[in-house]
């Protein structure tokens, strides 16, 4: 049997390579040639061309061993988004982010995609065709979007092109699409429970929701534009599926496409803001007594019933960045994939 040869400058390591982006951008890499290792607190799935390497991204004594020989590091690691848990954010996403990049450098890594957040200008106002010229925000409205801002700063302020070490930020918006554990999930089960029948706001504000295909075209392109002398060096990028939505059409779609009914009243932002805020406060008196995880916290209510869409031009002018999949495809598959979740009538 022929061997297929492996070009050294495609070996990578998909940091988080077991979640729900990691392991769709394991999949696109092994299509395009690429050597791929999987570095991972847990092992979310088996694939036998796939080396996996089981460990936590703050001990550098874990990550060594799945940099060896790589050129490519890809970060999409980080802890979920709703865990509420202030130090485990600083710990993966800020100090564990900087072990990573002393690591790559230890094993001489040259190129470093991270996973950023478009959240990191998002301060809970409206954002129209945000660009990457944005300041980050100055009051972020969560730990998570706090820790991925530390983050980014620090993975773009570490690109040193004299030294061989280039680094790039990807910064999509509400990836979705089959596998992912959260989106349709939390809809169907907040349908299911009968709280899904209010729309926060008017209905009418865009958002960006990114198909995970489109993100990690833009991830795979961006390692590939990622050279000494190009614009991309140590720069932010945003990656959408250049549709933005109003928030609540995008949800009734996926409910109404799973045979549940779409949200038909509306309540007013400011109301709904502040229930969330006085809420947050309530939680945050008791905390010491009962630990409580509220579904509507003010970043939710924010998320749900402002604008925030962003502008890629800035990807399509660099790295030559197009959606691959549109929002319509992306939604067909994405229903079609959760069928199992279907309410039967
Ligand atoms: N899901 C979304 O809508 C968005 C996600 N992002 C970012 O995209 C990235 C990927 O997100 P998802 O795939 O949705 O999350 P996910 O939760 O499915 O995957 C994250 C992976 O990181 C791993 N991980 C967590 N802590 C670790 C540690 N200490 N050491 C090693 N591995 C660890 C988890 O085990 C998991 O497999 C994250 O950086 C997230 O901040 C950015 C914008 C939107
Ligand atoms: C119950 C409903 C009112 C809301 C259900 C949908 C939400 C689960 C999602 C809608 C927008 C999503 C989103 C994220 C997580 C899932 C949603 C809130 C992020 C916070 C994930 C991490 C990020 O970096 C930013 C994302 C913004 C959009």
């Not at 088996?46 to 874990?62: A, M, P, T």
């Not at 094993?107 to 129209?128: P, R």
């Not at 502040?274 to 939710?300: D, E, G, H, R, W």
Request: glycine residues 6%; charged residues 20%; hydrophobic residues 35%.
């Amino acid at each position: 049997m022929a061997t297929r040869l492996r070009p050294a400058n495609k070996k990578c390591t998909v940091i988080g390579g077991c979640g729900f982006l990691g392991q769709y951008m394991v999949e696109r890499l092994l299509d395009k040639g690429y050597t791929v290792n999987v570095f991972d607190i847990r092992q979310g799935f088996q694939d036998e061309r796939v080396q996996f390497f089981i460990g936590d991204l703050c001990s550098k004594k874990d990550l060594l061993p799945a940099l060896q020989g790589v050129n490519v590091v890809f970060h999409c690691a980080s802890p979920d988004p709703f865990s509420d848990n202030k130090e485990l954010f600083y710990r993966v996403n800020y100090t564990g982010t900087r072990t990573v990049i002393e690591s790559c450098k230890e094993a001489g890594v040259q190129k470093f995609v991270l996973t950023s957040s478009a959240s990191v200008i998002f301060e809970g106002k409206d954002i129209k065709n945000g660009s990457e010229d944005f300041p980050y925000a100055k009051h972020p409205m969560d730990y998570y979007t706090e820790s991925k801002i530390l983050q980014e700063k620090e993975v773009l302020s570490t690109n040193d092109p004299e030294n061989n070490f280039l680094t790039v930020a990807i910064r999509p918006h509400g990836i979705f699409g089959p596998r992912d554990p959260r989106l349709v999930y939390v809809l169907v089960e907040t349908a299911k429970s009968g709280k899904m029948k209010c729309m926060i706001g008017n209905g009418k504000n865009l958002v960006d929701f990114t198909y995970v295909e489109n993100v990690v075209h833009g991830h795979i392109l961006a390692a590939e534009h990622l050279h000494k002398d190009s614009p991309l060096c140590g720069k932010a990028y945003h990656i959408t599926n250049d549709e933005p939505i109003p928030f609540w059409t995008f949800l009734s779609r996926i409910l109404i496409g799973l045979n549940y009914e779409e949200p038909k009243y509306h309540i007013p932002y400011w109301l709904a803001y502040y229930l969330a805020l006085f809420v947050s406060l309530l939680v945050f008196i008791i905390s010491p007594f009962i630990k409580i995880n509220p579904t509507f916290t003010p970043m939710k209510v924010a998320l749900a019933g402002t604008y925030h869409y962003y502008s890629c031009e800035k990807a399509k002018k660099d790295m030559g960045y197009k959606p691959v999949v549109s929002l319509d495809q992306a939604l067909e598959r994405t229903i079609q994939s959760h069928s199992h979740l279907r309410k039967n009538s």
